[in-house]
């Protein structure tokens, strides 16, 4: 792949019961490996994090947050109150 960046907020599906497990471990997989060729892989939510976790790949990733709402509302632009209490610091 040519991805340079990745950001995987949320599993597929019900990953905490083996027999629903296999999609949400192949993306986690999927993305270790993304990680290895350099890509930047960035999980967010703590469903997602217990995913990877579960799944064994969470220290191939790039970079792990439970903020999965609080990342997304960043990369849209949105100040999060937390950072703008430092920033005035």
Same mark, same amino acid.
């Given at each position: 792949? /040519?991805?340079?960046?990745? $950001?995987?907020? +949320?599993? %597929?599906?019900?990953? @905490?019961?083996?027999?629903? =497990?296999?999609?949400?471990? =192949?993306? !986690? #997989?999927?993305? !270790? /490996? &993304?990680?290895?060729?350099?890509? $930047?892989?960035?999980? +967010? +939510?703590?469903?997602?994090?217990? !995913? *990877? @976790?579960?799944?064994? &790949? =969470? @220290?191939? %990733? ?7 709402? =609080?990342?997304? @509302?960043?990369? #849209?632009?949105? *100040?999060?109150?937390?950072? !703008?209490? &430092?920033?005035?610091?």
């Amino acid at each position: 792949a /040519d991805c340079k960046t990745v $950001i995987w907020n +949320g599993p %597929m599906g019900v990953f @905490e019961f083996d027999k629903f =497990a296999k999609g949400t471990f =192949a993306i !986690a #997989e999927t993305l !270790a /490996d &993304l990680t290895s060729k350099g890509c $930047i892989t960035i999980i +967010g +939510g703590g469903d997602s994090v217990a !995913a *990877v @976790e579960k799944a064994g &790949l =969470a @220290e191939k %990733m790039s970079h792990i947050s439970t903020g999965g709402g =609080a990342s997304l @509302e960043l990369l #849209e632009g949105k *100040v999060l109150p937390g950072v !703008a209490a &430092l920033n005035d610091a």
